[in-house]
């Protein structure tokens, strides 16, 4: 059996504000790379729950941020689907990715998503 570790280094300010995470994954040798955020979630089977892990650095800027959420729901929707086969609650969750989007400024308003849902 084969096994893999991803590991975070994160390193903090006197006030233990995040400055710096780096990542490391043992398939990947010789790889150390620098991020301004993580969003890790875990699912607790025996307590049914979800267990998170929310960090960002000082220096990740707010438009950053609005794009790294963004994001992150654009690929659970997709992973999603991958992991239950339902293709419309999928689409209910890119809806909201792209009215989120819209509401910050980062996509341009889909029209046929606003026609749809009028």
């Known amino acids: 059996m084969k096994k893999s570790e991803i590991k975070f280094t994160i390193t903090r ?3 233990k504000v995040p400055e710096k995470i780096d990542w490391s994954s043992s398939d990947i040798q010789e790889l150390t790379a620098a991020s301004n955020a993580i969003m890790i979630a875990l699912w607790d089977g025996k307590e049914r ?3 998170r892990i929310d960090l960002w650095t000082k220096s990740m800027m707010k438009e950053d941020m609005k794009k790294f959420y963004h ?3 654009l690929f659970m929707a997709d ?8 293709v419309e609650a999928s689409q209910a969750m890119r809806n909201f990715a ?4 819209e509401k910050m400024n980062l996509v341009m308003e889909n029209k046929f998503f606003a026609l749809k849902n009028d």
């Open 71 to 73: 994001q992150s729901l």
């Open 98 to 101: 792209q009215m989120l989007g």
């Open 13 to 15: 300010d006197d006030k």
């Open 79 to 86: 992973n999603f689907e991958r992991a239950t086969g339902d």
């Open 49 to 51: 729950n979800t267990l």
